[in-house]
């Protein structure tokens, strides 16, 4: 999910810190950004704004730093604030407001010293609040440094495990309002671990780690391991409740335009967060139109989707509900994470859709407490 959102980058006291080509949120096939000059390549601090003395003069198109080499800028241009005068002076320099667009990633190269209080870079809001933040790691040369600054998912970590796994995982915010957090007591939750890889097309792949099937308690809820009509496979389904679950499914297209799994679910189809393939446009996408906002800071749930090539003309998904949390993961190549608050108590159904689509396989699970 991609979200539109009004941000700034600041240096704060940045003495020895260097930032170049700080944004790169474009959409697919830009060529510009939304800043007017994000890597200082007019050779001054145009569209910036500055505090203190610590970036007078800091704009420059040295390749290296005098005792060594090289800082390895992208352009001609970077920011040095040792050239503004040595490492006394301090302030800040902000950049513009701008609006977060395209796949919602913010890239800047950092260098200098390690100090994440007095040397960094950050990405604001418009309020202040720091979204994250890059230091230095006491070397001139640039590094890149990429954040995902699309409120969903924060504090990303990851790690190879002893079986060799490349694991990754995160924060999903949860996107309710203040009051709801409050009367809650809690707020936000882990993301599933993911394990990543790489495609023979040389595209990342991802999917979750195989030790989530130990959260499955009980024997499956539905086993379906032949093709069946959705018919048949809904008249299955009809009995399945929950807002805890795990379901496995794949879908043959066959002569569906769009077809999909709808999730928490009321009978009457009053509410329902509905996860589908669009064959035309080739996207996968989730419309939560009808999701229920109930305590969501977010009035308005809308539609979201993204390019997916079907495998073999089957659409296989893995789909994890934990309560208002839904994670969908697309033939371990795409995922989607997103919320849905009902208003309803009996929203909690599963069903299918999509004429002309067969079910090949589908299993559905319930799922335990990670703390039990």
């Not at 995160?170 to 709801?180: M, P």
């Not at 893995?318 to 997103?338: G, P, Q």
């Amino acid at each position: 999910m991609t979200r539109s959102s009004l941000l700034r980058l600041l240096l704060a006291l940045a003495i020895c810190l260097g930032l170049t080509s700080p944004l790169m949120t474009q959409t697919a096939g830009a060529t510009g950004t939304t800043l007017t000059n994000p890597g200082f390549e007019s050779g001054d601090l145009s569209g910036w704004t500055t505090t203190g003395t610590a970036f007078n003069g800091a704009v420059s198109d040295d390749p290296g730093w005098g005792w060594g080499c090289c800082f390895n800028q992208q352009g001609s241009y970077h920011l040095w604030g040792f050239a503004a005068g040595g490492d006394a002076p301090m302030g800040t320099v902000t950049s513009e407001a701008f609006t977060l667009t395209g796949t919602g990633m913010v890239s800047a190269l950092v260098s200098g010293g390690r100090n994440e209080n007095d040397l960094y870079v950050a990405l604001t809001t418009l309020d202040g609040t720091v979204l994250h933040k890059a230091t230095g790691t006491d070397d001139e040369t640039y590094r890149r440094v990429i954040r995902d600054a699309r409120d969903h998912f924060t504090g990303p970590s990851g790690t190879v495990d002893d079986k060799g796994r490349s694991l990754v995982f995160s924060i999903a915010q949860d996107r309710r309002t203040e009051r709801a957090h409050y009367d809650a007591g809690w707020a936000h939750n882990a993301g599933l671990p993911i394990e990543l890889s790489m495609r023979p097309d040389a595209d990342l792949g991802f999917r979750p780690v195989e030790e989530v099937s130990r959260l499955h308690t009980g024997e499956p809820l539905l086993d379906i391991s032949e093709p069946t009509s959705l018919t048949d496979a809904n008249a299955r389904l009809a009995g399945i409740k929950g807002d805890m679950l795990h379901i496995k499914l794949t879908l043959e297209r066959g002569s569906a335009g769009t077809f999909g799994l709808d999730v928490l679910r009321s009978p009457g189809d009053e509410e329902r967060t509905r996860l589908f393939y669009d064959a035309p446009t080739g996207q996968l996408g989730v419309d939560r139109t009808r999701s229920g906002n109930n305590s969501s800071a977010e009035p308005h749930l809308g539609i979201h989707k993204g390019p997916l090539t079907l495998s073999n003309g089957s659409l296989t998904l893995d789909v994890f509900l934990d309560r208002s949390m839904i994670e969908a993961y697309a033939n371990n190549h795409k995922s989607i994470t997103t919320r849905a608050y009902p208003f309803r108590q009996d929203s909690l159904g599963l069903r299918l859709f999509g004429d002309g689509s067969i079910v090949k396989s589908m299993t559905v699970w319930k799922m335990g407490n990670m703390t039990d």
